[in-house]
């Protein structure tokens, strides 16, 4: 009992170190972003409405984003992620990983929260980069239009090359983090 309580005290400590760091990252970029807009006067302008759109986009985006992590993480059970998507599940969990980040629309932060949640409940990194890859440059209506310009033969090609690419960049990622251990203990 006394170990579960010194964990949770640990948890808290990094937790407020993690939440000080992140607060000292942004005043850095803030601190930036003022000394680079005094430099060049002329960006103010188009930097500020830039932050302004993505800031309304972020707004609009996220009570669905944690809608659909609340969704996922009561109804999709850790062993149904380490069943599809954990060490075990081979080709099958590389392909089922494209074909959940193939199918959605939005941009990628949303995967962000979606990929932590799945890590947190068991996923192989490797399905995790190929889930991420897929939802950056795979998406079913897009290869619909690539069809439509450049032909079913390029298409497939493509498709299939970024996957067998991904998931050799996702098995590199995955040694890199099992030799290092540098996943963050909240998502272990």
Avoid: H
């Avoid at 006067?41 to 659909?68: C, H, Q, R």
């Avoid at 970024?162 to 098995?171: I, P, W």
Wanted: with cysteine.
């Amino acid at each position: 009992m006394n170990s579960e309580a010194n964990q949770k005290d640990k948890g808290k400590e990094g937790g407020k170190k993690d939440l000080i760091r992140d607060w000292i990252i942004l005043l850095l970029s803030a601190i930036g972003a003022v000394v680079l807009l005094s430099f060049f006067p002329g960006k103010v302008e188009p930097t500020t409405s830039t932050a302004l759109n993505y800031l309304t986009e972020m707004a609009w985006i996220l009570p669905a984003v944690m809608i659909l992590m609340g969704l996922f993480k009561v109804w999709v059970s850790k062993e149904m992620v380490i069943k599809y998507l954990g060490k075990a599940s081979g080709l099958k969990g590389i392909l089922i990983a494209a074909l959940l980040g193939s199918t959605p629309t939005g941009p990628l932060y949303v995967a962000f929260p979606l990929a932590a949640a799945m890590i947190d409940k068991g996923a192989r990194i490797l399905n995790i980069v190929v889930f991420l890859s897929a939802w950056a440059c795979i998406k079913i209506p897009q290869e619909m239009i690539e069809i439509q310009f450049l032909g079913l033969k390029f298409m497939a090609a493509r498709l299939v090359l970024t996957v067998l690419l991904v998931s050799v960049m996702g098995l590199v990622i995955e040694k890199i983090i099992e030799s290092t251990g540098s996943i963050s203990p909240e998502l272990e």
